[in-house]
């Protein structure tokens, strides 16, 4: 993950800089934008365990003078753009501690690449199992299914991607199984029709003939094509034409059970079909969750040790029994008591399933 | 401690703090003087005017013209950047006019020029802090401690030494071409003014009946100006083109008034319309060439050739009749084509645009309020054919939005026309963002230049340096270059003489020729030529700085907006192209229009413009310049509003906030 992020930074201080140098700012400024993205949605995201870990051990030293690194360089590439704010960080995080660094940001001359740690191979991969992740979450937004939610499956379209990819893909999606080369039109309806205001301006009256036409092709092809920015011809009374993007609407949608977002080549499809063991464990991670944030609003130190006591249904009641080895574990909790009269519940909504819960601190 | 940046804010109280640190340190003027003595880039500063107030657009030019030198120094270049006014010109005047509740150039003269002047030179800088301060908030880093100021005397002297420069070559010449000219600012206006200018507009137009000598047939012609028509000297048809004279009932079927017309064959139909018409015959239009016909309108006593059919090339079927009236003086075609058949000169209008006492009914009005006139006049005569109103785009004063009239001026040219393959082939040299520009816009702006009027019959000015002979059989001129040479051929010029009218005015040169005294030419010039001389001017070269100005010559980067292709983007070519045979600058970025969030100009009247000051202040500067670097090309109009810049600010200082967030902890724990 760390060499990534500096993979990332080098192409980006090389990329600006020769963006700049053709007097193309959009781009330089757009290659900026998107490297703050996979700074923060990914790379600090990926490590927030590693950032707040207790001990001070290597793992948390990498991770930080990696940021540190790669703060500090990133805004001595965004100088020329927004001047005020890298100066506000710079005078923090560098004038501070260093004392031979020059006073202000814009004394600094630009970065120098380091060519060695640019690994193309590693950034494309990553890339694109970052890309998967933003199709999966977007899967999971339009299927209405929290992220706590494991999921059993994911399918998508491309051939493969290494494990370590994959183990990050499913951590971050929160399924069990990723299934590769996945036929996407064995999940997926497609609904293809012509956008009326535009073609029908032009072939008012061969509407219906043209939507005859597309119902007779390949609806998964066309739809690619359409949507790559291809242009598909057909003909009518020995007329072409061309069916894109403009002129159709495409409308893919995942079939029952199925949750499905795609971009380009790449087609994501969450198998949203939750089985009880699932359900339970999202129960679970739910009331997980739940207590984390409980102790943290009421102030619990991160190592105290806790009682938890729980009531009002059955259901979850069973579902905490069966697994309060992992709830005890994940808690720091010692005693776990059930369905005790106390005044200081918190009723909460787990899932649909309403459930009081309670929090104290046990001293030794 | 790290200290939290708060994004509530907009970060504008960071800003400010940041901008305390810049001045404790002294940090601009140190990165100024980064890489003293490695290579050079440089950028120039296209001068505003300071007499007016900055707006939302000049944030946009100020942040793009930022980003470019600031990458250069962490480059390692050492990067020159001085700011510049532009001070010259009628848009300071006019301000002075209104200011003092006078208004032309009488009433200037009556008021005191050298008082008037002084109102110029004091106003110049009006609102200068109000541009430093948007320039400081905005982070736009160009040297305005040591500006260049266009009406200094140093300054003067160098725009001197370029037209001496041009004068030397040739390329100076006095003309009397007929002009675009303002009759309300009472002065000409140069071929890039006039193209700023264009509107639509529903005038009069007319096709009048020129009956021919001792026939009892009239020539139709058609005009957009009928106030030119008592001026009219001569009918100008296409020679090659077919003609048709056909006998025309004008009255009704049962009241037949027959009368004979003479009209090009082809717009018979558009021409008469439902007047039923009997063809009489047709003939090649070189046939009718010298037909004579009687004067149209009985006001000017002409001596000299006129009232006579002649040829133009320029004569087409697009419009009208095929048959077009010249007026000499108020056309570039008609003055052209009647030099060419020899036909005499008149002028019927005053140079307030106003008729002359000859034209009796209409004497003493604006030309262009005569046209109603003038039709009822010549309908009363049996000598309108038609009249309707017409739309077209017509040229008007970009200053004060006066309809320009087309009038004979004496007038000073620096001939740009024998430069053009000189000026096509060095902007082609020239990187052009996007390159469109470079064949498109200004390629063919360049491909179709004509010669610039560079004088202005105006006070606030650089003087034309130029000076007569009074003797009207010597009439030798002179071209002066420096002021030294100023006092080397002038009459006890004083020591400190100021460069500027009236002061000038009472210098006169002995003539090296016949030893009489030599008056200097009444006109300013151009401001256009002002900063089109920045990049030797700024630097007082020649006379000063000749390393300075060797070293930052040509520019490595400018950057304004699109309109500028007319106006500085030409006159930097122009002027560069005359003196040094190359342009000027190696890359220009042009700059698209700011537009509100709709996707509407910004205008007074809709009131939806945004303040470039309540911008900085309430979203910040770093915002402002992303959502200018971020949203479509620079070239492309930007949609700007305080909600879409918060936007954008959330959009991005959102992640590099929560970066920062966790690195928080790194000085908590400074063993790290």
Redesign the interface.
Known sequence: MDKWIISKLNTLVKEV?EK?EN????F???KI?DF??E???WY?RRNRER?WSQE?NDEK?GA??T??K??TT?I?VS???????V???Y???VV??DSQAP??V?????PEVDEEAIDKNLESEMDLAYKIVKLGRSARNLSNIKNRQPLSKMLVSINTLPEYYADIVKEELNVKEMEFGAEMSDYVNFEIKPNLPVLGKEYGKFIPKIKQEIEKMNQMDLANKVKNGGTEYIEIDDMQIGLNSDNLLVMMQGKEEFSFSGEGEIGVVLDTHITPELKEEGYVREILSKVQNMRKDNGFEVLDNINLYVSGNNILEEIIKKNEKLIKHDTLTINIIYNQNRSTYTDTNINGEMLKIDVEVVRQ | M??K?ELKDG?VG??K???K??KE?D?IK??FN?NKGKRYFTFYDGPPTANGKPHVGHIETRV?K???P??K????YQVIRKAGWDTHGLPVELEIEKKLGISGKEQIEEYGVEKFVKECKNSVFTYVSMWEDMTNKV?F?VDMENPYVTYHNDYIESVWWALKQMWEKGLLYEGHKVMPYCPRCGTALSSHEVAQGYKDVKDLTCIAKFKIVGEDKYILAWTTTPWTLPSNLALCLNKSYEYAEVKANIGTDDEPIYETYILAKDLLETVLKETPYELLKTYKGEELLGTKYEQLMPFAKVTGKAFEVIHGDFVNLEDGTGIVHIAPAYGEDDSLVSKQNGITFINLVDKSGKFVKEVEPWAGKFVRDCSEDICKWLENENKLFSKEKHIHSYPHCWRCDTPLLYYPKESWFVAMSKLRNELVANNNKV?W?PDTIRTGRFGKFLENVIDWGISRDRYWGTPLPIWTCEDENCNHQECIGSIEELKEKGIDVPEDIELHKPYIDNVYLKCPKCGKKMKRAREVIDCWFDSGSMPFAQWHYPFENKEMFDNNFPAG?ISEAVDQTRGWFYTLTAIGTALFGRSPFE?C?VLGHVLDEKGQKMSKSKGNGVDPMTLLETV???AT??HF??C???WLPTRLGLKSVQETRK??????M???F??C???R????
């Open positions: 800089d700049l007097y193309d700012i959009t330089a400024a757009k934008e703050t993205d700074l923060s949605n600090v950032f001070l030293i930080y003078c940021l540190y790669v703060l990133l001595k100088a020329p753009f927004v001047p005020f704010m100066e506000e960080i005078q923090n995080l501070g501690l006073e202000s814009h004394l600094c001359l630009w | 790290y200290k940046v970060f960071m800003e703090e940041v901008a640190i810049w340190k940090v140190k990165n980064m793009m930022d980003i470019i600031r990458y120094v962490m480059k390692g982070g880093w990187n963002y980067f890359n970025i910040g500067a770093d310049r992303w670097y971020t479509g090309a620079p959009r991005f200082f959102k992640h590099i929560e970066c920062l966790i690195l902890f790194i000085c724990n400074r063993s790290i």
